[in-house]
């Protein structure tokens, strides 16, 4: 879910926007300002993904809250509008990273293709982020494992140290050894697992646990926790 802020300082342009929005099934987290510097306040209190701005505003227009927003939140989505088809205006607009100039009228076709894009867009950086973030996971699991398992940290750093911050490896700082028969840990679920850590007092959010090449268990918990 993505939050849209209009800015216009004309009240039935603002409704005119929302209602496009809603056309698009989009009726929720829309805020509103009425000029650039009502703009900055809003963007001080709430995370904006965003922007739909007029040029021509009072106290602040249009291209200088661009001006501003690129500056202070970068990588907020941005779409002007204007009824003013001047190359200077889109000029400024495009070195701000503007990603729609779109002349009033308003046509309701060309709105849902911009905004369409926008959120996809949006959806596919996510998505991005999302996987990266699973992946430097996953690579700092594996290192602790081979630590574990008897590799140096000398010889890891040189493997990874243009993938991966190794400072993380400080703040573990206890290890417990966990020896359980008949196979325990492969056939736990992850609810099982976590009852374990709660019953063992471990901290679920930071703590690690990783396999030995005997089939054992290692506990690493992290720094100022005693074990």
């Known amino acids: 879910m993505y939050t849209y802020l209009i800015v216009d300082d004309e009240m039935i342009e ?3 926007i929302r209602m496009l929005l809603s056309w698009m099934n989009i009726r ?6 009425s000029n650039g510097e009502e703009a900055l306040e809003v963007f001080e209190k709430e995370k904006i993904d965003v922007l739909l701005t ?22 907020t989505e941005t779409v002007i509008f204007s009824g003013y088809d001047e190359f200077s205006y889109a ?13 009033k009228p308003v046509n309701p076709e060309e709105f849902k293709k911009v905004v369409g894009e926008i959120t996809e867009k949006l959806a596919k950086s996510e998505r ?12 700092r699991e594996h290192l602790l494992y081979l630590m574990v398992n008897g590799q140096s940290r000398s010889a890891m750093q ?15 700082c206890r290890m417990v ?10 056939q736990v679920n992850s609810e099982q697992i976590e009852k374990m850590q709660s019953d063992l007092q471990m901290p ?24």
């Open 91 to 103: 000029k400024k607009a495009i070195s701000y990273g503007v990603s729609a100039y779109i002349l």
């Open 128 to 139: 991005e982020e999302k996987r990266k973030d699973e992946s430097m996971e996953f690579l």
């Open 177 to 186: 050894l966990l020896e359980c028969a008949n196979n325990y840990f492969e």
């Open 204 to 227: 679920r959010r930071r703590s690690q646990i990783l396999g030995l090449k005997d089939g054992r268990r290692v506990w690493i918990c992290p720094e100022g926790r005693s074990a």
């Open 14 to 16: 603002r409704k005119g």
């Open 28 to 33: 929720e987290n829309i805020l509103e300002a």
């Open 158 to 172: 040189e493997k990874t140290q243009m993938l991966l911050d190794m400072s993380f490896v400080r703040n573990f």
């Open 54 to 75: 007029d040029i021509n505003m009072p106290f602040m227009d249009g291209i200088e809250l661009l001006s501003r927003i690129h500056e202070e939140y970068p990588g």
